[in-house]
């Protein structure tokens, strides 16, 4: 799994028990999610179809760091399955699972279309020597 994003929690972003509330952190995950289809399937054109059951583990409190990980489980005709998990980036204790949420790919009439795709592929796969960002090292 990759933990791609890091979020500070911040004021704005707590509930009245002063912890993070959840709202907020289904609005992180499902937008990460929704990046991270995005890339897999190369379309911007993806929604949300369905979450599985959402375990809040534990708490995160003001001034946490916290990472967002996601990694793809199934690939369908139409949709992409993925996992995801949040833990606090220094402890690393999990804060959230999800097992299974659902994108949909769809076509420039909205409706649902075949992407092609059946395993992750990664960013440095996807580019040719010559295109990749120049190495500051080199
Ligand atoms: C996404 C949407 C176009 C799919 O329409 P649909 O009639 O369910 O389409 P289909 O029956 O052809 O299913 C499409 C895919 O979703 C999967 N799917 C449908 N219902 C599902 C469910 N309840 N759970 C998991 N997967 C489901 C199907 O298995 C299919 O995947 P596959 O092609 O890989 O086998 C439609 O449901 C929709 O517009 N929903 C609202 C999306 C939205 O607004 N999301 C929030 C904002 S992003």
Same mark, same amino acid.
């Given at each position: 799994m990759n933990f791609h994003t890091r979020k500070w929690v911040k004021p704005e972003d707590l509930n009245p028990n002063g912890t993070l509330f959840g709202g907020s952190l289904l609005k992180w995950v499902d937008e990460e999610a929704a990046i991270y289809a995005?890339?897999?399937l190369g379309n911007q054109r993806v929604v949300t179809k369905f979450i599985s059951e959402i375990n809040f583990v534990s708490s995160a409190r003001q001034s946490d760091i916290i990472e967002l990980g996601i990694t793809?489980?199934?690939f369908g005709r139409t949709s992409i399955t $993925?996992?995801?998990e949040v833990r606090n980036k220094i402890t690393r204790?999990?804060?959230l699972?999800?097992?299974r949420m659902v994108f949909v790919n769809l076509g420039p009439d909205? $409706?649902?279309a075949p992407h092609g795709k059946s395993e992750i592929t990664y960013i440095r796969d996807q580019f040719k020597e010559e295109d990749a960002p120049l190495d500051p090292a080199r």
């Open positions: 995005i890339v897999q793809a489980t199934e $993925l996992r995801c204790k999990s804060l699972t999800i097992e909205g $409706l649902p």
